[in-house]
């Protein structure tokens, strides 16, 4: 159970492949035996909290040490103080050994978390244990495997580290691997999403890393989220800091927070009292912190094809990069907020099986494909997101329309009494391989599910819709920010729409071979 160092590149022949082609995996972590994670681990994961912890203890002694130092800066009256009981009592030597004890088993409880934390990567599973008391053992089977996250922390790319995320579906399920060499947890995706893709393997060749440890570090350090080896170096889409800046300072958390401003600043002048402002300052101030934290986050974001999905990246200081496989993405959902469209802004997001194990904000990064971008952006981003859905050009089409387009089923003229602005725009469209939902005249969107990833279809027609004879009908795919449903649908046209999808559902998945993408 040791880690095995890069070695030089060694070059084997070529073995025939059955049922893909051939790899070569690019670490040898994927020889089936047990690994240890970073030697910095410890410390990224339990150090700086320690660090922090004495950072609070210095802060909290400053005075009595400006007194040892320049005691005629000091004003501290010390009597009574807890260190000068120790000091007084004799206790000095008693306290330092208390101190380094607990030094000790602090230093030695890491370590040996780190032992006892092992990961492996096989032909099927990716498995970790670890624990000291508690021990757990995870397994991700390679063919359930909806994404390749990697994140790396400011603080960790300082080691040159990274954190490896293999997004399963389920709450919860996701294995993670925190943390490897930032280098080797690009590699250690590219040999886990080969052996996922059904791809034959060759034998270990390593890629060897050029330069010094510091050269590396750089390198690291300054790299984009696209591996060139893996993507193109160039992202389909680029937004400027200006337009992201628009898009946060357009939405409607930023208006909110202004409404709630200005009406405590209006409030504060009528009572003469500074209570109504400072009672709505501090939530003005955090939903700011929020847009800024969302702005340099977003910053620096890429999106690029590989030949295991799409490569999606984030981030300046801390960077995320997330390598969705093929079949991963359960349904689209293009958006545009009344505020955007002057600018003509749009908004993409997905609904994934994938879960993500963390923040909120990482949760929403994690399914916001493209943050803000024109109509050419989207065209582009559908093209790498969508492959196998027809005629994305209608789609397009469909976002900008005032309704009553030519191939779409839009509701009948009775449903204006529940659809008074949009009616001419709430409808649908089967494209091939894909079912396509628009609504929404204020508040645009369009919500595209290809045809493998419907779950199941439902339709309904509650009291209301009897009366007025119109339907409802679900879409079903995971769980998401997305719920693919149209209501106030023609009973007919409702129908068929539900019998199109139930019989197009079962020759896509009849179809499908995205499980094992590149055997396929």
Known sequence: MTQHEPQPEQHAEPVPASNGPLVTPATDLTDGEWHHLHPATPLLRGGIALIAILGVIVVNLRDRLIGVFFPQWSSWDYEGDAIDLVVEGGFVPIALGVVAVVLVLFIAGFWISWRMHTFRVTDEVVEVRSGIVFRTHRKAPLDRIQGIDIQRPFIARLFGAAKLQVSQAGSDANVELSYLRSAQADDLRRDILLLASGSARQGASLIAREGGLIEQRVAELLAPELDPDAAPPESVVHIGAGRLAGSLALSETTIIAVIF?????????????????LGVLFPVIGIGGYQVSQFIKSLRYSIASTPDGIRVGF????????????????SVQVTQSLLWRPAGWWMVRVNRAAQASASTSQQTQSTTILPVGDLADVGRVLELILPDVGDRAAILEGLVSKG????????????????WFSRRRNGFRMLPGGIVLRHGQIWRDIVVVPEPRVQSVALHRGPLGRAMRLSRVYVHTVAGPISPAIGAIDPDDARQLFEDVARATVEAGLRDRTHRWRSA
């Open 404 to 419: 009553d387009d030519e191939g779409w089923t839009n509701s009948p003229p009775r449903a204006r009494a529940v659809r």
């Open 315 to 330: 981030g300046v200081l801390s960077t995320s990069n997330s390598t969705l496989p093929p079949g991963r993405i359960h």
């Open 261 to 277: 401003l200005v009406g405590g600043i209006v409030f504060s002048v009528f009572a003469e009292s500074l209570g109504p402002l």
